[in-house]
């Protein structure tokens, strides 16, 4: 007898807004659930991640009993993972382990049930994370069966659980096939039926998100209300197909007894995203048009492919490994939890739907982050520490300090700005916007999460920066250059001090900090070269929610020249609102009203014209084209004149209010 092994991964987002789960409890948990419970024979396997149980435990406690319930008449199976949604393969063992244990062990906790099974995160597998599965009793993990592709196992013999080995540690493998994840639920049940009969195989794993089953646009109508799901289960259970717990059949099975090897891998989709733009379209575009014999070797790139895709989810990353290495030599378990909270995957990479460019979810990350190193700094009693470390591996020093009140990454090799600007007191990094990039998908037409076309023109809405938003980016611009111009990029750059190495040293007092940053560059007056020099000096004080900034603009020509400058800042505000769009003369302060993140003022030594305006990104949704608000760019702008070997000097203050 064939079996149909029915896997549900449930999850939602650390950071996520609480109307958002519950819409997603309402349309799509419960529901699934209230109808398993109430027919009593399907058999199915669940995963909730750690944010949906903490979610559930204070807002719908009966929900986990009747799961319990289930559990204990051998109904459902649970599955184990990491707590939080990590992908396991991009996080130190340490921590691999750690929210592993913490799954299982609320498992056990809360339904008296050992799990075997674990929930890879967006089935990204690598062999390295098998020692630490076993470390942790876990027997069997699911793959997509297109990993198994080039693993010597034709299509027709994938249906089936099999063994992996690393380092002499193995595990039990299922394959998700990914027919049955298409099948279900857009076609009639009977479908799937004659699917599984008409194939080779023992066991077939239909394995997918919880959310295509009542929160995904049209699902709810579909599945419940005109009782697909319901239909399903009986058609399945009138057929020649038994209805499986993974758990169940491994124990029956003793085990696989076929040998694979698995490559770092994920599904097809996946490794198309973590591709640049152009790639990304292109490979799609040969797989459509490729034969079903060869389009089993067409495979794009892997994860770790959008730390280099995405310099923010490199940050993430990197930030995620160095707190978590602080942590190793002063082990906190609060702060060790929301490191682990910052591990959660979302916010890491983006496929064509939210992701990193979603504000909200990639600020969680941080706020956790910081609040793991606030605990870990209160420790310490120290009142400024300060590191020189290549944080984010481009190959140049990138200077790290804390005080009591922020944390500072300072890079001098990128234009000598300030890559991290982040607030312990409002567990904020206003440094966190992702910038206006070129994505797959601007390449063709915008669609909804269930392929139907919308109407939308990328071309005529979209702008793309040529470099990294920070602060303390120096910016000369081409005469005649409007605020417009430069928040459209139709201006021309006539300076080479972006995103090129300033000098550097460092002065470190009892209570402050000072970094001085230097360079020695090329500005263009119309059609003449002039040599100018930047020194600007960060101060950094213990105590102050912020940092000071003193220029010197040189003119260092035998000759008088007329440029304009403009000193960049970054501000990932809550909202637009915050910061209208606009220029603004004769400012000697400023203040930005921020009821979310905090409010931020800008006082400055001479007044001072400021530009202000948004960067926005516009991405795919589930419902079709997404214009998201990432924060706002203000600069500080001077046209005039400079003398021969004149110094132009400006001093200005961030505070967090």
Known sequence: MKRLAFVVHNHQPVGNFDNVIREAFEKSYKPFVDVVYSLAYPKVCFHFSGILYDWLSKNEPLYLEKIKEMVKRNQIEILSGG???????????????SQIRKMSDYIVKKFDFHPMGLWLTERVYNPAILKSLRECGIKYTLVDDTSLFLSVVYQDKVNDCFITEYEGERINIFTINHKLRYLIPYQEAFKTVEYINGSDGEIFVMADDGEKFGLWPKSYKLVYEEKWLINFFETIKNSNIEMTRLCDFIEEKKGAKKLVYIPNTSYFELSQWALDADDSFNISEFKRKSSTEFEKFIKGGFFENF???YPQANLIHKRNLFVSNLLSQNYDPVAENHLHMAQCNCGWWHGVFGGIYLPHIRMAIYENLLKAQKIVFNKSKNAIQFEKKDIDFDGAEDLLIETDNNFFIISPSYGGSITEFSSKNRFVNYSCIMDRRKEAYHLTNSSDINGNRVKFEFGKNIFYDWHRRAFLLDHFLSEGTKIDDFMKLTYGEVGDFIPQPYKYSVALKDDMMEVFLSRDGVVWDKDRKVDVSIYKKIIIKQGIDGFRSEYSIVNRSDFKARFTSATEMVFAFSNINVAPFGEVNGVSEYIF????????????????KLWIFPIETISNSENGVEKTYQGSVVCCVFERDYESKESFNFSFEVLVL
Not at 83 to 97: G, N, W
Not at 593 to 608: A, M, Q, T, Y
């Open 83 to 97: 707590y939080y949604e990590p992908i396991l393969s991009v996080i130190c063992e340490r921590d691999r382990v």
């Open 307 to 309: 730390f280099v895709k």
């Open 593 to 608: 009203h921020d009821s979310v993140r905090g409010n931020i003022k800008l006082s400055f030594s001479i007044p001072v």
